[in-house]
Antibody
Framework: QVQLQESGPGLVRPSQTLSLTCTVS??????????WSWIRQRPGKGLEWIGY???????YYNPSLESRVTISRDTSKNQFSLKLSSVTAADTAIYYC????????????WGQGTMVTVSS | DIQMTQSPSTLSASVGDRVTITCRAS??????LAWYQQKPRKAPKLLIS???SLESGVPSRFSGSGSGTEFTLTISSLQPDDFATYYC?????????FGQGTKLEIK
């Protein structure tokens, strides 16, 4: 069964860049059957889809974050990553990586999530 | 963006109760709707896709219905393990959006 695990700093300074990595095990991100996504959950708020990357490197981002987001992948390490630039306190959230099928838009496997706090 | 609105925000119920959570979309999403269960400090777990398709391993007391703009998640007989927060998500169009959640509490 596929497993996803987020990693990265838990504290980021305002105006800096948030960087997280998702390591996938039990499956390959090079499979053409899936999109690999990032989703966040701000304190007391609901879930917000950030964007995805396909094995080919094709990406798609939420327009609300598009100007600040970059998702990339390293197929040799079976990892994909999130960079969010110019962060503010409003970017404080639990960040999840997740998998979805290319033919369906729901997320069937999620990482456990990692809390990122933006603070000086 | 398609707005997803869940009601109620909080629901108090007892073990054995039948409960229903509603999710409304700001425009038609056909049946492109998923339901998730989230427990504290855990990732969301997929329960239902395409409005009514139960995921493998999910107890049959969970069911989903609806199409277009109005959807429901029903738990036929609440079990202690069901007390959690539930989210709907539309995948009709980008950006995919979630409801704000319904917290199911023990009465």
């Amino acid at each position: 069964q596929v497993q996803l695990q987020e990693s990265g700093p838990g504290l980021v300074r305002p105006s800096q860049t948030l960087s997280l990595t998702c390591t996938v095990s039990g499956g390959s991100i090079s499979s053409g059957a899936y999109y690999w996504s990032w989703i966040r959950q701000r304190p007391g708020k609901g879930l917000e889809w950030i964007g995805y990357i396909y094995y080919s490197g094709t990406t798609y981002y939420n327009p609300s974050l598009e100007s600040r987001v970059t998702i990339s992948r390293d197929t040799s390490k079976n990892q994909f990553s999130l960079k969010l630039s110019s962060v503010t306190a409003a970017d404080t959230a639990i960040y999840y990586c997740a998998r979805r099928w290319t033919v369906a838009g729901f997320f069937d496997f999620w990482g456990q999530g990692t809390m990122v706090t933006v603070s000086s | 963006d398609i707005q997803m609105t869940q009601s109620p925000s909080t629901l108090s119920a007892s073990v054995g109760d039948r409960v229903t959570i509603t999710c409304r979309a700001s425009q038609s999403i056909s049946s492109w709707l998923a339901w998730y269960q989230q427990k504290p400090r855990k990732a969301p777990k997929l329960l239902i896709s395409k409005a009514s398709s139960l995921e493998s391993g999910v107890p049959s007391r969970f069911s989903g219905s609806g199409s277009g703009t109005e959807f429901t998640l029903t738990i036929s007989s609440l079990q202690p393990d069901d007390f959690a927060t539930y989210y709907c998500q539309q995948y009709k169009s980008y950006p995919y959006t979630f409801g704000q959640g319904t917290k199911l509490e023990i009465k």
